[in-house]
Each structure stands twice: as structure tokens, then as C-alpha cells.
């Protein structure tokens, strides 16, 4: 009995490997910031809110073969592998634009694992889950809601939405660059088919969780606060899909707490603050991308926002700074949690080939970025 509790134990913590680490993390930093109310202030619970709307409407939607149905349809349209990989991570990019890169990676992560499983193309699950992963934080950066950092500084330095879109299109379009090269170069142009029988899933319940998916995208664009919304959403699931409720990644959900907790705790040290504040003299660009990578995107925006009135650099920087390590957005815990969900002991597999591609990704984008403000200045 106790080997079999030590066994369970022991696979879930690999389970949930990244929620342990924040835990730590934060453990940790409330030794030299003690809880007090302003830990209050950590926590975006509209992201928060949002996260579990969309995790649990994610979950109906699986369970009624939503995402299995569209995946056929979308091998029927695009009939080569390069052709259904490039859709894929293309529909993730530009969701990202619209509904936030979370909410994106939430919705269609799902879908680019239906299309391979039932095509037999699981040699490129890694590859299509991080190019999804750098699709949607790079695509988000276009739009003031795209990223959450995105309008945490385009509300705090009252940027003009065109000025915003300026400043953000050459990562963008060389982002946009990068991402289709390498989709030419990796995957090749094999021909596909769906090896399972059409499914089509149950009309009005479909049509009642994709009410509720609307319901949540309304959310994200604050036309409904969260706080109507989820009560809402929650309430229907609980009557007409508890499954969903049951299904619902929780460990992901507190490795975002847990998170909030740890750079809150960090923004409050004096010498890690002065220690930004030298940084930023330096150069805001550079050194906005380097603390993405140690404290996520969305805390160093608003960590470096309290030291600089150049928000244009800034701005770049916490973007393209999204992509690198795996804590540098709090987005690609969601990619890396959701293929382990499917690959339980492909972690490290993963881990190095998403390095690989972040971290040439990031190079080639803060380089170009750098020489552009070189040639501007």
C-alpha cells in the first residue's frame, strides 16, 4: 500500500512539475515578504476567471467531439501535412489577436492534437505544440488585448491604438516570417487522411457550450465583468456537462497563483528593483527581454513600467521577450502542460526542442529589434 502511495505520489508530482517549482518559488520569496493585504494586489483575477471559463467550455467541448469534428473538417480542406500544420498554427496566431494568446493556445492546442492523432502524424506533435506556443505570443502582440502586458502599458501610458500597431509591426511581420519559414523547412508535403470515422457532435448542446465560449471571449474584452461571467458559465456546465467541471486542469490554474505570488513578492525587494532600475539606463530594450525570462512578461512590464516613461522599447521588449524560456510566458505553462497531459514521460523531449526554437526565435527577434533602434537613433 505504501509503495503504490509513493508511485502515485511520485507521478504526480512529474505531472505537475512546473506547479511544484512556482510553489516553491513562491514559498521562498514570502520569506523575505512576508503575506500581508497587498498580496491582494498579485493576482489579475480577470485572467484568472477567464483561464477557468475557457478550461472548463474547453472540456464540454471535448467531451461532445467538437474538436474531433473540426479536425476532420480540416484535414478534408488542407490535404497535406504542410498545409493542416500551417492552418493550425496560423488559426493560433491569429486567435491570439483577437482572444488573447491563453485563450488561443487553450482553444486550439486540442485541436492541432485531434488532427494528428487521427492522421497518424504524431512525429510532429512537438513541433506543431511549440510553433502554436510561438504563435500565439507572438501574434498577440499586434493588438492592445492580445497580450495581457499588452494592455496593462497601453492603458497605463495611454498609447494611441494606431501609435500602438506602429510600433508593434516589424516584430510582428518578421515574427510572421519566421513562423512560415520554418513550417516550410520542418514539416514536408505529405498527403493526409482522417484514419477514423466521421463524427458529428450533439447540435444543441454544441451550439449551448459555443454560447458559452462566446460568453467567455466577452469576458476577455471586459464587456462582461468576470465576476457575472463565470458564475454564469460554471452554473450551466454544473447542470448540463459536470464532467467538464470535473475535467478542468487545476494544477495549471494554481501554477498562475502561485506565479502572481512569486513576482508580486519580487517587485517588492528594493534591491531587485534598483537592480531593474540600473538595467532599464542601459538600454529598456535589451533588458526588458532578459527579464522576461526570469520573471514572465506580463510582472516585468509591470515591474520595469515604474522605471521608465520609454514605452515603445519596452513595449517590443515584453513581447518578443514571450518567447525564450518557459516561464517567460505564462502562456507556454499551458502548451507544456497540456502535451505532457498526452506524453507523460515526454517532458524533457519537449523541454529541449522548444528551447531550441524559443531561443532562436528570441536571438533573431531582439537582434533585428536592436539593429532597427540602432538605425533610428
Not at 153 to 164: A, G, H, Q, R, V
Not at 359 to 364: N, P
Request: net charge positive; proline share 4%.
Amino acid at each position: 500500500m505504501k509503495c503504490k502511495f509513493l508511485k502515485c505520489a511520485g507521478k504526480s508530482a512529474r505531472k505537475n512539475a512546473v506547479m511544484l517549482i512556482a510553489l516553491f518559488l513562491a514559498v521562498v520569496t514570502c520569506f523575505f515578504i512576508p503575506p500581508d493585504r497587498q498580496y491582494l494586489e498579485y493576482f489579475d483575477f480577470r485572467t484568472l476567471s477567464c483561464l477557468l471559463a475557457v478550461l472548463a467550455i474547453v472540456c464540454a467541448l471535448k467531451n461532445v467531439n467538437f474538436f474531433y469534428f473540426l479536425a476532420q473538417q480540416t484535414v478534408k480542406r488542407f490535404k497535406t501535412t504542410r498545409a493542416s500544420v500551417l492552418a493550425l498554427i496560423y488559426i493560433t496566431f491569429i486567435g491570439s489577436m483577437l482572444i488573447a494568446n491563453d485563450m488561443a493556445l487553450l482553444t486550439f492546442l486540442p485541436l492541432g492534437y485531434i488532427v494528428l492523432t487521427g492522421t497518424k502524424k504524431e512525429k510532429h506533435m512537438i513541433f506543431v505544440f511549440v510553433m502554436q506556443n510561438i504563435a500565439a505570443n507572438l501574434g498577440g502582440m499586434l493588438t492592445p488585448f492580445g497580450n495581457p502586458q499588452n494592455l496593462y502599458l497601453y492603458s497605463k501610458f495611454n498609447i494611441p491604438t494606431l501609435e500602438f500597431m506602429k510600433i508593434m509591426a516589424i516584430p510582428f511581420a518578421l515574427s510572421v516570417l519566421l513562423i512560415t519559414a520554418c513550417c516550410f523547412i520542418f514539416v514536408k508535403k505529405e498527403p493526409l487522411t482522417f484514419e477514423a470515422e466521421t463524427v458529428r457532435p450533439e447540435p444543441k448542446r454544441t451550439a449551448l457550450y459555443l454560447t458559452l465560449f462566446a460568453l467567455s471571449i466577452v469576458m476577455v474584452f471586459r464587456a462582461i465583468p468576470y465576476w457575472i461571467g463565470l458564475p454564469v458559465i460554471l452554473v450551466i456546465l454544473l447542470i448540463f456537462e459536470r464532467k467538464a467541471l470535473l475535467s478542468v486542469d487545476y494544477p495549471l490554474l494554481f501554477t498562475f497563483v502561485f506565479f502572481f505570488i512569486f513576482a508580486g513578492n519580487l517587485a517588492r525587494i528594493n534591491a531587485i528593483r534598483a537592480f531593474f532600475s540600473h538595467l532599464l539606463g542601459l538600454n529598456t530594450l535589451l533588458f526588458s527581454v532578459l527579464s522576461c525570462q526570469i520573471i514572465s512578461n506580463v510582472p516585468s512590464a509591470i515591474l520595469l513600467s515604474q522605471f521608465t516613461e520609454n514605452y515603445a522599447p519596452l513595449l517590443i521588449g515584453v513581447n518578443i521577450g514571450g518567447v525564450g524560456t518557459l516561464i517567460s510566458s505564462l502562456a507556454s505553462l499551458i502548451t507544456f502542460r497540456e502535451y505532457c497531459s498526452h506524453n507523460p514521460h515526454g517532458g524533457a523531449k519537449y523541454l529541449g526542442i522548444f528551447s531550441a526554437f524559443n531561443f532562436s526565435f528570441l536571438i533573431i527577434l531582439t537582434g533585428a529589434m536592436l539593429l532597427s533602434e540602432l538605425a533610428f537613433t
